[in-house]
């Protein structure tokens, strides 16, 4: 079935400094989607992306869409505090409407 | 603006006692999600619901019934609860496609003794 898969599983920055998470899926997704969840806190719906190659931002937050549609990327402009938590990624299934959600990147920020 | 909402928020119970989860939101979503987080395992689907007396199992469904009588709710039930179902739960509800945000409710910190 459908997987999807996100690397790194924990990323631990330095304040100020840059990351990159990304995510994989084995199939070819029509949008993909991404969600943040602070530390004991629920997944709240950050953006989606829907065309081949799309890229959005939100402040220091870049979204990428690859060219196939099979991985999508976020990357984190001068870390801050705020922006520790753990970042989801998720893909319609081809079949019916659910989603599938990667593991999950835990961000952690060292001040 | 109550959006989805969960209860109770936190529950301890005992092996073998049934315990029932109450998801409810006022968008008049269509779709309707119960997940469970595991340290190392993200999110994961237990049941999902398209409308009012209709669901589907999701990836692990065993041990838990749900049912959807009116659109705005979507309790889930563990018959008989396990230690293993110690969890957080989240309930989520979508307006209907794909491509639509999913919202989460705020969870359920569930303890099976």
């Known amino acids: 079935g459908q997987q999807v898969m996100q690397i790194p599983q924990y990323q631990h920055v330095q304040e100020g400094e840059d990351f990159t998470t990304y995510c994989n899926s084995s199939t070819t997704l029509s949008n993909i989607q991404w969600y943040k969840q602070r530390p004991g806190g629920h997944p709240v719906f950050l953006i989606q992306?829907?065309?081949?190659?799309e890229v959005k931002k939100q402040k220091r937050l870049t979204f990428q869409f690859g060219e196939a549609k099979k991985n999508s990327s976020l990357h984190i402009t001068a870390t801050q505090t705020t922006d520790v938590g753990t970042y989801f990624c998720a893909g319609p299934k081809a079949a019916g409407n659910k989603l599938t959600f990667g593991g999950g990147t835990r961000v952690l920020v060292k001040p | 603006d109550a959006g989805i909402t969960q209860s109770p928020r936190y529950k301890i119970t005992e092996t073998g006692r049934q315990v029932t989860l109450m998801c409810h939101q006022t968008?008049?979503?269509?779709?309707m999600f119960w997940y469970r987080q595991d340290l190392g395992h993200g999110l994961r689907l237990i049941y999902y619901?398209?409308?009012?007396?209709?669901?589907d199992k999701g990836e692990v469904p065993d041990g838990y019934v749900v049912s959807r009588s009116k659109t705005e709710n979507f309790p889930l039930t563990l018959e008989s609860a396990t230690r293993s179902q110690t969890s957080v739960y989240f309930c989520?509800?979508?307006?209907?496609?794909?491509?639509?945000?999913?919202?989460f409710g705020p969870g359920t910190r569930l303890l099976v003794l």
């Open positions: 619901s398209a409308a009012a007396d209709i669901t």
């Open positions: 989520a509800s979508r307006l209907s496609g794909r491509q639509e945000t999913q919202y």
């Open positions: 968008w008049s979503h269509s779709y």
């Open positions: 992306l829907v065309k081949s190659g």
